[in-house]
């Protein structure tokens, strides 16, 4: 589980992340992000019903994104905030497409650390 200190769970927070972050999308996924004044990055993840009608399927993306997160949270800079967007076509992605993804949005946007 993600730890709390790395949740983006203010609704100000978010707000002002979709007004004023800057955005970068790949086949699935999308994040927005801009800095922070804080010494650690903090993520979110939003599945709309637009993807699929039932939460089973939509809290297991959720949980699915949230583990690669935590996987690889030493990779990425400090000084973040990230919201994950998903796009339709994600309910038949595997694990480790969604890993290469997300990790791959994260490099381009300059917040996960070159490997």
Request: hydrophobic share 40%.
């Amino acid at each position: 589980m993600l730890p709390n200190i790395y949740r983006l769970r203010q609704e100000k927070d978010i707000k002002a992340l979709f007004a004023r972050g800057k955005s970068v999308f790949d086949i699935v996924l999308g994040i927005k992000f801009k800095r922070n004044n804080f010494s650690h990055s903090r993520f979110a993840v939003v599945v709309g019903t637009k993807i699929s009608k039932r939460a089973v399927i939509r809290n297991l993306i959720k949980r699915r994104l949230r583990a690669v997160l935590e996987k690889h949270l030493e990779d990425f800079r400090p000084g973040f905030d990230v919201i994950v967007l998903v796009k339709e076509g994600v309910t038949k992605c595997t694990f480790t497409d969604l890993e290469s993804e997300l990790l791959r949005l994260l490099e381009r946007s300059d917040i996960k650390k070159p490997s």
